[in-house]
């Protein structure tokens, strides 16, 4: 059974980075979209960055563009983001997605594979 384990959350203060990382355990993602999800306690889950199986398309929130980078490493199984002039809105748990389909990451919240969970708390 495939597992994604989600890192390097923390916490930083506005404008400050963090990347978190997105293992994959127990079988091969390398043909998966994967991307990143975040979620407020009361909110609803919120895309946040998608990118295709081998790296050549990404896709990001208009709330994140130009801040986040999401990238993978198809041969150590992970995948990435980069979070770079952090506000405060930012401050979430982040989830890892992988699944077959594009348009499944990018518009659902149906994506066949999810990771715990991290937290990420920006303090103004």
């Known amino acids: 059974q495939t597992q994604l384990v989600d890192s390097g959350g923390g916490s930083v203060q506005a404008g400050g980075s963090l990347r978190l990382s997105c293992a994959a355990s127990?079988?091969?993602?390398?043909?998966?979209?994967m991307g990143w999800f975040r979620q407020v306690p009361g909110k609803e889950r919120e895309f946040v960055a998608a990118?295709?199986?081998?790296?050549?398309?990404?896709y990001y929130a208009d709330s994140v563009k130009g801040r986040f980078t999401i990238s993978r490493d198809n041969a150590k199984n992970t995948a990435y983001l980069q979070m770079n002039s952090l506000k405060p809105e930012d401050t979430a748990v982040y989830y890892c997605?992988?699944?077959?389909?594009?348009?499944?990451?990018?518009?659902?919240?149906?994506?066949?594979?999810w990771g715990q969970g991290t937290q990420v708390t920006v303090s103004s």
């Open positions: 997605v992988a699944d077959e389909a594009l348009a499944v990451v990018v518009t659902t919240t149906l994506a066949s594979y």
């Open positions: 127990g079988g091969t993602l390398s043909t998966y979209v």
């Open positions: 990118i295709t199986w081998s790296g050549g398309s990404t």
